[in-house]
């Protein structure tokens, strides 16, 4: 019962008042005066079961609106999206919690007006109690003390269990923040009938993926004359996903555009060998850059390529819907390690004007909630489980495709800098890549400009 868990966990909860005495110094969303984080910390250990019967906490989160399909259901096993999985999982928590806690959902709706909204809430002083944010985000609200730091352990989440990317990404300041819901991480989506008549299906029915540059400039050729399709499909324009494949080229080397101690790293051998490697894809016919994220989908369901550059957040659908023999592998490792572009979906406490009490650790118990069901969430939308046992378990490895990107699940995925404004870092570098894609701008005169700024950017 978590009610056990929770008042058992009261002693670890006033053991943890030295990590939030650090963090509770600042006005956040507007902290009642005293309020300190000793007390706070405290005040929350000390929320009686009965006190959270009838409480009622606000939701924020993206994955966009279902009302329509998930009106009363609390069978996860139906969810059939993001929006569904989510939704169906807050409806299970509200008809089921012991404690009498019901959650309610503000409104937005999908990631790309997301933060506008959530911000607005945090300006306004006015979030609320549990919200959904990336990776590389977390940190902008936690050095603005605009987040609630808590120790895991003590409710209720082994974040032990979790991979070490996953660990580390809900952590700022030696403080944690979050709680992981998923990795995700770009995947090479394949039309095997295309790449069958290339000669890249291997007998066991699986593709045979290139092993290095020069395989994939030879794939590329072969596929384009013997199919006349596009090797990738690949969102170019007005969208992230080229961004993310050149930063995925790049770790491949071992190398990163932001070096581990914040200092900028663009302009290096790695980075040019990743631009080049893209623009002989470009140059070749085997790419093209006039798409943008919808545009390259529709390109490779219509049959005119090979293989979509896209993330886990499809496979269900894909698998599902795919108007030819689909299959779905890891993406290749072309320039060394294997090592590839990966987020995280989290969930954080933003601070509340009257730090209720209550009100905190009704938001944890529906944290906690999501974190045992990060298995439910993984299957139902092809997402990465963020805890290794659940990847390795029998049902996890069950689902359709699963098995086929277990190494991006436990070892290749690689988040990006968490450094503060990483928003404004990526988008300095991003904008001379399309300098180079768009408008021809020499490799080393982008590089060197994307160094620049970055360097002014983090100064």
Same mark, same amino acid.
């Given at each position: 019962?978590?009610?056990?868990?929770? +008042?058992?966990?009261?002693?670890?909860?006033?053991?943890?008042?030295?990590?939030?005495? $650090?963090?509770? *110094?600042?006005?956040? *969303?507007? /902290?009642?005066?005293?309020? #300190?984080?000793?007390?706070?910390?405290?005040?929350?250990? &000390?929320?009686?079961?009965?006190q959270?019967?009838?409480?009622?906490i606000?939701?924020?989160?993206?994955?966009?609106?279902?009302?329509e399909?998930?009106?009363?259901?609390?069978d996860?096993?139906?969810?059939? /999206?993001e929006?569904e999985?989510? =939704?169906?999982l807050?409806?299970?928590?509200?008809?089921?919690?012991?404690?009498?806690?019901?959650?309610?959902?503000?409104?937005?709706?999908d990631w790309?007006?997301?933060?506008?909204?959530?911000n607005?809430?945090?300006?306004?002083?006015?979030?609320?109690?549990?919200?959904?944010?990336?990776d590389?985000?977390?940190?902008?609200?936690?050095?603005?003390?605009?987040?609630?730091a808590?120790?895991p352990?003590?409710?209720?989440?082994?974040l %032990?269990?979790?991979?070490a990317q996953?660990?580390? /990404?809900?952590?700022?300041?030696?403080?944690?923040?979050?709680?992981?819901?998923?990795?995700?991480a770009i995947?090479?989506?394949?039309?095997?009938?295309?790449?069958?008549?290339?000669?890249?299906? #291997?007998?066991?029915?699986?593709?045979?993926?290139?092993?290095?540059?020069?395989?994939?400039l030879?794939?590329?050729?072969?596929?384009? !004359?013997?199919? #006349? *399709?596009?090797?990738?499909?690949?969102?170019?324009?007005?969208?992230?996903?080229?961004?993310? @494949?050149?930063?995925?080229?790049?770790?491949?080397? #071992?190398?990163?555009?932001?070096?581990?101690?914040?200092?900028?790293?663009i302009?290096?051998?790695? &980075?040019?060998?990743?631009?080049?490697?893209?623009?002989?894809?470009?140059?070749?016919?085997?790419?093209?850059?006039d798409?943008?994220?919808?545009? %390259?989908?529709?390109?490779?369901?219509?049959?005119?390529?090979?293989?979509?550059?896209?993330?886990?957040?499809?496979?269900?659908?894909?698998?599902?819907?795919?108007?030819?023999?689909? +299959?779905?592998?890891?993406?290749? &490792?072309?320039?060394? !390690?294997?090592?590839?572009w990966?987020?995280s979906? @989290?969930?954080?406490?933003?601070?509340?004007?009257?730090?209720?009490?209550? +009100?905190?650790?009704?938001?944890?118990?529906?944290?906690s909630?999501?974190?045992?069901?990060?298995?439910?969430? +993984?299957?139902?939308?092809?997402?990465?489980?963020?805890?290794?046992?659940?990847v390795?378990s029998d049902?996890?490895?069950a689902?359709?495709?699963?098995?086929?990107?277990?190494?991006?699940?436990?070892n290749?995925?690689?988040?990006?800098?968490?450094?503060?404004?990483?928003?404004?870092?990526?988008?300095?570098?991003?904008? =001379?890549?399309?300098?180079?894609?768009?408008?021809?701008?020499?490799? $080393?005169? $982008?590089?060197?400009?994307?160094? %620049?700024?970055v360097?002014? =950017?983090?100064?």
């Open positions: 019962m978590r009610k056990t868990r929770f +008042a058992g966990a009261a002693a670890s909860l006033t053991a943890a008042a030295m990590l939030l005495t $650090a963090c509770g *110094t600042g006005t956040g *969303t507007g /902290s009642e005066a005293g309020s #300190g984080a000793d007390d706070l910390v405290d005040r929350i250990a &000390a929320v009686t079961d009965d959270l019967d009838g409480v009622t606000t939701m924020s989160r993206m994955f966009g609106d279902c009302e399909t998930t009106q009363g259901v609390t996860p096993s139906l969810a059939a /999206s929006c999985a989510i =939704q169906i807050t409806n299970q928590f509200n008809a089921e919690n012991e404690y009498g806690i019901t959650v309610e959902r503000l409104g937005g709706a790309h007006s997301y933060y506008d909204a959530f607005a809430s945090v300006a306004g002083g006015d979030p609320a109690d549990i919200a959904n944010l990336h590389y985000s977390m940190s902008d609200y936690a050095q603005r003390d605009q987040l609630l808590f120790d352990e003590a409710v209720g989440i082994d %032990s269990d979790s991979t996953a660990q580390s /990404s809900v952590v700022y300041d030696d403080k944690t923040y979050a709680v992981p819901f998923d990795s995700h995947l090479a989506h394949i039309n095997t009938d295309i790449l069958g008549a290339a000669g890249y299906m #291997g007998e066991d029915g699986r593709p045979i993926m290139p092993t290095s540059a020069d395989e994939l030879e794939m590329a050729a072969a596929v384009k !004359e013997k199919t #006349g *399709t596009y090797l990738f499909s690949l969102g170019v324009a007005n969208d992230d996903m080229a961004w993310r @494949m050149f930063y995925s080229l790049v770790r491949q080397q #071992g190398s990163d555009v932001v070096s581990a101690d914040g200092e900028a790293q302009d290096t051998p790695e &980075a040019a060998a990743a631009l080049e490697l893209m623009n002989e894809l470009i140059e070749g016919g085997y790419i093209h850059t798409a943008d994220y919808a545009g %390259s989908i529709d390109e490779w369901k219509s049959g005119k390529s090979a293989i979509l550059v896209n993330g886990t957040w499809v496979v269900n659908e894909y698998a599902a819907t795919a108007p030819f023999g689909y +299959a779905v592998t890891d993406f290749p &490792a072309l320039m060394g !390690e294997p090592a590839v990966a987020s979906h @989290m969930w954080v406490l933003p601070r509340q004007r009257d730090d209720d009490p209550v +009100a905190y650790r009704a938001a944890l118990e529906f944290a909630f999501l974190y045992d069901n990060t298995d439910v969430w +993984a299957v139902a939308t092809g997402h990465i489980a963020p805890r290794v046992s659940v390795e049902a996890y490895q689902a359709p495709n699963r098995e086929f990107y277990t190494s991006t699940a436990l290749d995925i690689r988040f990006v800098p968490q450094i503060d404004n990483w928003t404004a870092v990526k988008d300095l570098i991003h904008t =001379q890549l399309e300098e180079v894609w768009f408008n021809g701008k020499d490799v $080393a005169a $982008a590089l060197a400009e994307a160094q %620049s700024r360097e002014q =950017q983090l100064d």
